[in-house]
């Protein structure tokens, strides 16, 4: 039993992109493509590292760091290019809920499908089929074919399909992280009971969050190499502490985003009072940023937000153009926009930014540069009293009245209309 | 029992192995095979009837045009069962190859998301098409019957017949879905070859109408062997050995090299889909 569960031996993969031809060369303009001249992307870097059986390992880093890079190596998707990884047990793996899903099939074929796609035999399925159902919620339409279930009745089929996954090594991205609260409860339960039933738990997820409740140990890794690997906490340390400790950001060339690429967020200042560029802010004072933005195509209404991160990677605040009724109509082209909070209440501390340019419903991520500035939030002194706020016991600044009067003996009455 | 150990490594995983692999999750062919049918006849009205009109049809226009207007003689058996007893295993080849050749592309969402070894979407392409093509079998039953067509016992090579197409259309398949990851300009060919190559394949004409010295390279086009062994089968025609020994050459062939391209192409199919 004391055998690792999973060895990684200086994994590295490596990723061709074929270099761009030309526009409107002729079909022999193409050949260079076919025969070579490429570049290469290492995805993966010597990466290296061991989990015992049981244990439940976060894997964190940036968009683009090389995250599923490693689960997909790791699930037999795709090859490694060197190095190896020696896995002992059945690996359920599950990157993304739903996997196979037919829309045109009923949610009972979908069920089998799905689990034969994981993992699971006819006879495994058959006998978790009912427990499947009802923790999906959706007895009672399981011969409707399933596009016409709503989308969160999918899900929660796909997902419980999932959770009755037998392998002794789970393999799991943050797929999970999609849903309504109730869903990820649910989905952060079945990973616990994952977890105190022994099996060993490979985990990606952005959300740090759920990743500290879960997670003991976790390694991070940085443009495909592992930058450090320990107790969850110290790793995130790490993690909050390689991001970019300057006021002016240059973002066209930052690697770690999302979103369809129709509009690109491409520079970010942080202002301090006077308008000097600073990303220090005092406890209490005026947090002023302002970020360019320069979308691809028309865009009707879209929206901006900006969140700033605990250093423990928890969402604090969430500033969104629309709460302040912010149109900007058909967008085309580049905007600055300005954001301006009058009393940023954090407590001292480093915290991380993220920008996001979406569409009118928040729905499509049009570009998201995630944690793509620090905010340091410098001790002030917000009650005017040379009082220090220790980030231990808090992380708002609420200004708050307080008046005491005693208890002990009731005051006289005083006379009503005197 | 022990936990299995499995090793990822860059280097291909030996056969033994890789079919193993295959065997242990082959319940998933029938799942995939299942899933394919199911939505192929899924909001249709006829549903697998679908799979009979098409031959039937055909085989009305064959007739008209080659029987009526051009006086093919198939001998002593009736043009309309001659000409669908040879476009059924030409329709299950055909079809099959283009299937099992398009198989990746077409699972390429679930080749990014999920392991499962990666022949089982091929074979089940294969097998899909080979349950379209026992449906359309029924017309061709049908047909004999009218024109009073008795089997014989050569019908008893009928499945050896049957995994003989198989082979070729695999072989050829497992080639095309390799070819197809990296250039989809295989995609464009097949159509194309197919047509040149049903042409060129005796179906619609007996193979005794093509002059003397031409009949031994058509005898060595593999597809030429599983029609006239179907037709064997079926309806009782001499057996050709020269043709016969071809197609099952070609398909031992074509499953090699197939085999050896699909499998360079499986382990790079979900970074290049």
Known sequence: ?418 | MAAPVVELTPALRPWPETLRALWHRREIIGYLAWRDIRARYHQTVLGATWAIVQPLAATVIFALVFERLIKVSSKDTPYPVFVLSGLLPWQFVATSIQRSSLSLLANSAMIKKVYFPRLAMPIAAVVTTLVEFAAACVVLLGLMLYYRVAPTAWLLLLPAMMLLGAGVSLGIGLLLAGVNCRFRDATHAVAFLLQMWMLLTPIVYPLSLVPEPYQLYLRCNPMTGVIGGFRTALLGQEPDGTALAASAAFAALFLVVGGAVFRRAERVAADLL
């Not at chain 1, 070579?36 to 390992?57: I, M, N």
């Not at chain 1, 005026?286 to 928890?314: D, K, N």
């Not at chain 1, 928040?362 to 917000?382: F, I, K, N, S, W």
Request: glycine share 12%; net charge positive; aromatic share 6%.
């Open chain 1, 1 to 418: 039993m004391s055998e690792p569960a999973v060895v990684v031996e200086r994994l590295s993969k490596r990723y061709r992109i074929p270099a761009a031809r030309a526009a409107g060369g002729s079909w022999l303009s193409r050949v260079p493509k076919v025969v070579g001249r490429s570049q290469d992307l290492w995805a993966l870097r010597d990466v290296s590292f061991k989990v015992a059986p049981g244990e439940v390992l976060g894997i964190i880093g940036r968009n683009g760091a090389g995250k599923s890079t490693l689960l997909k190596v790791l699930s037999g998707i795709t090859s490694p290019t060197c190095g190896r990884a020696v896995i002992r047990g059945r690996v359920s793996s599950l990157l993304e809920v739903g996997t196979g899903f037919h829309p045109d099939l009923t949610g009972r074929e979908n069920v089998y499908l799905n689990g034969a796609l994981l993992g699971m035999s006819r006879a495994e399925i058959r006998r978790k089929f009912d427990a499947i159902v009802s923790f999906a919620e959706v007895e009672g339409f399981l011969d409707a074919p399933i596009k016409h279930f709503s989308t969160g009745m999918q899900m929660r089929l796909a997902f419980a399909v999932a959770a009755h996954l037998e392998g002794e090594i789970l393999v799991i991205d943050e797929a999970l992280s999609v849903g309504d609260a109730a869903f990820q409860a649910k989905c952060v339960e079945a990973m616990a009971a994952a977890r105190s039933s022994g099996r060993t738990v490979l985990l990606v997820s952005h959300n740090i969050g759920v990743l500290r409740g879960l997670v003991g140990r976790a390694i991070l890794l940085n443009e495909g190499r592992l930058e450090a690997d320990g107790p969850m906490q110290e790793v995130f340390g790490r993690y909050m502490a390689s991001g970019q400790d300057v006021a002016e950001i240059d973002l066209r060339g930052y690697a770690h985003r999302d979103g369809t690429g129709e509009a690109r967020i491409e520079r970010l200042v942080l202002l301090g009072p006077a308008g000097n560029p600073t990303n220090h802010v005092p406890v209490g004072g005026p947090l002023h940023l302002r970020f360019r933005v320069r979308f691809a195509r028309v865009i009707g209404e879209p929206q901006f937000i900006v969140r700033i991160y605990s250093p423990e990677g928890e969402a604090l605040v969430d500033l969104q153009g629309r709460h302040d009724g912010l149109s900007v109509g058909r967008a085309s082209g580049a905007y600055d926009v300005d954001v301006r909070v009058e009393s940023l209440g954090l407590y001292p501390g480093r915290y991380l930014l993220s920008l996001w340019a979406c569409d009118r419903t928040l729905r499509r991520v049009l570009d998201c540069a995630e944690h793509c500035a620090t905010l340091v939030v410098d001790p002030g002194d917000p009650t005017g009293r040379g009082i220090r706020l220790n980030p231990q016991f808090g992380r708002f600044f609420v200004p708050s009245r307080w008046s005491v009067r005693t208890a002990d003996r009731p005051r006289p009455l005083e006379p009503v209309g005197a």
